[in-house]
């Protein structure tokens, strides 16, 4: 049976997420087909169209998938996945999918497996529980299984493929909620989700201005993205699309720096998966000192900029 | 307006959960139990928003074993009006929640159900978006601001890479984020008169519904531990680490 992956997009590429679904649903045995739900989404299609391991897109061009609103794009998959007669159907476990994909495995009446990270065949399924301090492996008995895949779990796939794309019809428009506003935090820094490194920042730097006049030169120089604790969030330094944690972002990058962040288990929860994790902190109790790889206790404010400097 | 909050019974957000040698679940034996935080964001929000002459009526429910009238009782003592304890033993899976809420909420008419986003135990991170589909009403995931306003709610939610506000007519189910609001501490006489608010409890079957899991738990194992690793002198010998032993950057 077939397997369908929803992608993340915004019209004209990809989001990097749907590259690390793609890769968690060819782990699975069935042919692999992506369906790109928006408006005037040719773009995003022919990056689709593109993927490794991808053999056909479905796209479903309609005014009314401009917002990506989850009833709309939910009632859609349901229409498709019965169609398709698909086994499994991916999403990433962005907001995006969290969104989206409970609203679909309700609809068809079948369990949503969360966050999956490990595939151990085609029904069973290894997740985090518990903030990460457990891991469940769960087989479900549903005929369809739905899943969200938390992307850190799975290397990205890149080009390589040349599949068909074929139009399909929309579905009815709910009207049942409407986009107001959207503001998205503007940045050149790369995508926290998918940067190989990343500057973190928590509590002790103190105020917003801090954060900004001591980070931004270091993950410049790094071309790195920066993160944030809750702590940092909920003090107003930066905003909430910064946080790094079990509720916030889960990230794994390359090289994470965890600079002021004492490490609550909410907070390691969202990044304790990085290759190599540095702390710097003043405090030498910090619990992010027992995860860490390289721990340098010090005043931040003098250790960055020579950081900065020496680098 | 009625606004129906569900709220959920889990370990305490301090406790370092245990797994268990036989690999069958975590250790629940003796451990703190609270109610979800999410979950205490949800009352707050709904009990802010009846002190503000918006809502009516504040039901909170919760799902579960007997001891969840506690965590009613603490919805009761944040201010909310009554309570309903869906009274079974059974493993509750968000599928099966969302059935009993749906059940609830066909009896109860609410205008507004808000709901935690997750639960800290299971991350599952479902029951909302599932209640939605069940009954057909938009949703706000992860709302940081709501505004009810002519009839209509206004939600303001954190997505990836920012913020977006969507307006929906009532009814409509909303899940809380952690900055919505910051939930108060229940003072003693409220927790007092808590006592005597109205509990409520019915069983799944009265309510008509199949709570079977669809998941079956294989096993729960402890992840990979990751140990403590060299604490360096200064910057030099940090980046030289970097550079040469872990080759980063």
Wanted: charge should be negative; proline fraction near 4%.
């Amino acid at each position: 049976m077939p397997i369908l992956v929803i992608a993340e997009h915004d019209k004209a590429g990809l989001k990097a997420a749907t590259r690390n679904t793609v890769a968690a649903a060819r782990a699975l045995d069935g042919e692999l087909h992506v369906l790109v739900a928006g408006a005037d989404c040719a773009g995003a299609c022919a990056a689709t169209a593109a993927l490794e391991g991808v053999s056909k897109v479905l796209c479903a061009d309609a005014a009314h998938y401009t917002d990506q609103g989850a009833e709309n794009i939910a009632a859609l998959i349901v229409s498709v996945a019965g169609a398709g007669g698909y086994s499994h159907l991916l999403a990433p476990a962005t907001t995006f999918g969290k969104n989206v994909m409970p609203r679909v495995a309700a609809l068809l009446d079948v369990a949503q497996v969360s966050e999956i990270v490990a595939i151990d065949s085609a029904d069973t399924f290894v997740r985090p529980i518990y903030a990460g301090n457990a891991l469940a492996t769960v087989k479900s008995s549903d005929a369809v299984k739905v899943i969200t895949v938390r992307t850190t779990a799975f290397d990205p796939v890149g080009d390589g493929g040349a599949a068909s794309i074929e139009p399909i019809t929309a579905g009815p428009d709910l009207a049942l909620s409407t986009l107001v506003s959207r503001e998205l935090t503007q940045s050149e820094r790369p995508e926290l989700g998918a940067a190989s490194v990343i500057v973190s920042g928590g509590r002790g730097l103190g105020s917003g201005e801090n954060y900004h006049a001591i980070l931004e030169p270091l993950a410049d120089k790094l071309g790195a993205a920066l993160g944030a604790s809750r702590a940092a969030v909920d003090a107003g330094f930066v905003p909430n699309d910064y946080q790094v944690g079990q509720t916030g972002k889960i990230v794994a990058p390359q090289l994470y720096l965890a600079i002021g962040i004492s490490g609550a288990i909410q907070h390691l929860a969202g990044m304790k998966d990085s290759k190599v994790i540095v702390a710097i902190n003043k405090d030498p109790e910090a619990p992010i000192f027992q995860i860490a790889d390289y721990g340098l206790v010090a005043d931040l404010f003098d250790a960055i900029p020579a950081l900065n400097a020496a680098l | 307006m009625k606004i129906l909050v569900p709220v959920k019974r889990v370990v305490d957000y301090n406790v370092k959960v245990r797994v268990k040698a036989d690999q069958s679940g975590v250790e629940l034996a003796n451990v703190k139990m609270a109610m979800n935080p999410f979950d205490e964001i949800a009352i707050e929000e709904a009990v802010r928003m009846k002190e503000a002459g918006v809502a009516s009526e504040v039901v909170a429910v919760s799902c579960g074993v007997a001891q969840c009238q506690e965590t009613l009782r603490t919805a009761m003592a944040i201010g909310a009006d009554r309570g309903i304890l869906v009274s079974t033993d059974a493993e509750l899976q968000p599928l099966a929640v969302a059935k009993l809420l749906k059940a609830l909420c066909d009896k109860e008419s609410p205008d507004l159900i808000i709901l935690g986003k997750q639960a800290i135990d299971d991350d599952a991170n479902q029951t909302g978006q599932m209640l939605a589909a069940l009954m057909n009403l938009p949703q706000a995931t992860f709302a940081s601001k709501v505004t009810v306003a002519e009839g209509k709610v206004s939600v303001m939610r954190e997505i990836d890479g920012g913020l977006e506000t969507i307006s929906m007519h009532m009814p409509a189910v909303i899940t809380t984020d952690l900055r919505l609001n910051e939930p108060r501490y229940a003072t003693l006489p409220n927790i007092m008169k808590a006592k005597k608010k109205p509990l409520e409890t019915v069983t799944p079957d009265a309510l008509g519904v199949d709570v079977a899991a669809r998941l079956t738990t294989v096993k729960v194992l402890e992840p990979a531990g990751r140990s403590a690793g060299v604490m360096v002198a200064d910057v030099a010998q940090l980046v030289d680490k970097l550079k040469n032993e872990a080759k980063v950057i």
